[in-house]
């Protein structure tokens, strides 16, 4: 998938994803983030959240939203790796 239209489904599973009250934060990091050309095969997601989801909460929405876009979705916890975001 080109790149453009993988931040458009990026944008959409974003959205899916905070209707959950947990989520505080979606960050679209990857090549789909960082190239304007191109095709790119997945979205990486870091999610904040509070509670924190468990890996198994993250896997199974990956493998739910990921299959419905055509991407494989790696969604990443921020509570649980040591992450500086900075110039977001």
Same mark, same amino acid.
């Given at each position: 998938?080109? #790149?453009?239209?993988?931040?458009?489904?990026?944008? =959409? &599973? #974003?959205?899916?994803?905070?209707?959950?009250?947990?989520?505080?934060? *979606?960050? &679209?990091?990857?090549?789909?983030?960082?190239?304007?050309?191109?095709?790119?095969?997945?979205?990486? &997601? #870091?999610? =904040?959240?509070?509670?924190?989801?468990?890996?198994?909460?993250?896997?199974?929405?990956?493998?739910?939203?990921?299959?419905?876009?055509?991407?494989?979705?790696?969604?990443?916890?921020?509570?649980?790796?040591? *992450?500086?975001?900075? #110039? &977001?």
């Amino acid at each position: 998938m080109k #790149a453009a239209d993988a931040r458009m489904v990026a944008r =959409g &599973l #974003a959205e899916k994803l905070a209707t959950d009250p947990r989520v505080c934060l *979606i960050h &679209l990091f990857g090549l789909a983030a960082e190239r304007e050309e191109g095709e790119v095969q997945d979205l990486d &997601l #870091a999610i =904040g959240s509070t509670p924190a989801f468990s890996m198994d909460e993250l896997l199974e929405l990956g493998a739910r939203l990921g299959g419905s876009s055509g991407l494989s979705l790696i969604l990443v916890p921020l509570e649980r790796v040591p *992450i500086v975001l900075d #110039a &977001l």
